[in-house]
C-alpha cells in the first residue's frame, strides 16, 4: 500500500510508503497525475529508521524534469 499527496503549484510530488521506496516513486507519480511519457527527477529521498536500524518508511519528492 502506498499514498501519494501532490504538493500543487509548486510542482513537486511526494509519495510515502512504509513497505518500499518502489512504492513511495509510485505514489508521488500517481500523486501528479502526469501524462503518460512525463519525466521526472527524484529531488529527494528520505528513510525513517525503526529499531536497530529498519527502515521505517520512505518518502519520495519528485520534479518535472527535461527530456527523455
Known amino acids: 500500500m502506498y499514498?501519494?499527496?501532490g504538493e500543487g503549484k509548486s510542482h513537486a510530488f511526494v509519495?510515502?510508503?512504509r513497505e518500499s521506496l518502489d512504492n513511495?516513486?509510485?505514489a508521488a507519480v500517481h500523486a501528479s497525475g502526469a501524462d503518460h511519457g512525463t519525466?521526472?527527477?527524484v529531488s529527494?529521498?528520505?528513510v525513517v529508521t525503526e529499531g536497530d536500524p529498519n527502515v521505517?518508511?520512505?518518502k519520495v519528492?519528485?520534479?518535472?524534469?527535461?527530456g527523455r
Open 56 to 58: 521505517g518508511s520512505y
Open 24 to 26: 513511495a516513486i509510485r
Open 15 to 17: 509519495g510515502t510508503s
Open 61 to 66: 519528492v519528485l520534479t518535472p524534469g527535461g
Open 44 to 46: 529527494q529521498i528520505e
Open 39 to 41: 519525466v521526472f527527477v
Open 3 to 5: 499514498e501519494g499527496e
